[in-house]
């Protein structure tokens, strides 16, 4: 009797290990040139697909280096509206450094359970690039509930890089415009 109790607590654990969700952050690209900007998309990961748990409300705060990246917007997917009905959608900027975004879905959650996919986008942010070097962007979720509002959905966070380069060719334009005066300069002062 110890075996078979031992043998389904063991598969219960297991079986909650395999279906934690995960929140990745994922960089459209890597590396990026200065001046230009960064879209990031923040994803639902390892879900349900067509079964519990789906989400059916969220509320995360994306935190990123505020020296290498300025806010520009956000988008949010359309995962927790999956008929169009709308959902409710807030986000505030007004922190240095973080951007809390909050979604809750207007779907049924029978329709959320049976229909929402394994895996999608949140949201998609975009952020302008301030300066060279590389830039961590992670989540710290402040809570997620299932389609029911009833029970939490624990993420892992996986944290997003994004290196910012110079603009290749920069340094050769600056050189050619500093030695086009000098010679401008010299030119002026032969005449």
């Known amino acids: 009797m110890r075996f078979f109790a ?5 598969l219960g654990f297991f079986n909650s290990q395999a279906s934690a969700a995960g929140l990745a952050i994922t960089p459209s690209l890597t590396i990026v040139n200065l001046g230009d900007q960064v879209v990031l998309d923040l994803d639902a990961e390892f879900l349900g697909d067509g079964v519990a748990p789906s989400i059916g409300s969220f509320d995360i705060d994306v935190l990123y280096d505020q020296d290498s990246l300025a806010f520009v917007s956000v988008d949010f997917g359309m995962g927790l509206d999956l008929f169009g009905f709308g959902s409710l959608q807030t986000f505030d900027a007004g922190v240095p450094g973080i951007v809390n975004i909050a979604e809750m879905s207007l779907d049924l959650p029978s329709d959320l359970d049976a229909l929402q996919m394994s895996s999608f986008t949140l949201a998609t ?3 302008d690039t301030l300066k060279v070097g590389t830039s961590i962007v992670t989540a710290s979720v402040n ?3 299932d389609a029911e509002g ?3 959905i624990v993420f892992e966070v996986l944290t997003g890089t994004v290196t910012v380069v110079p603009v290749p060719g920069a340094l050769p334009l600056m050189l050619s415009a500093i030695l086009g005066g000098i010679g401008l300069r010299r030119w002026r002062a032969r005449a």
């Open 6 to 10: 031992f043998v389904l607590v063991a």
């Open 125 to 127: 942010l975009v952020f």
């Open 150 to 152: 009833v029970e939490p």
């Open 143 to 145: 809570s997620a509930f």
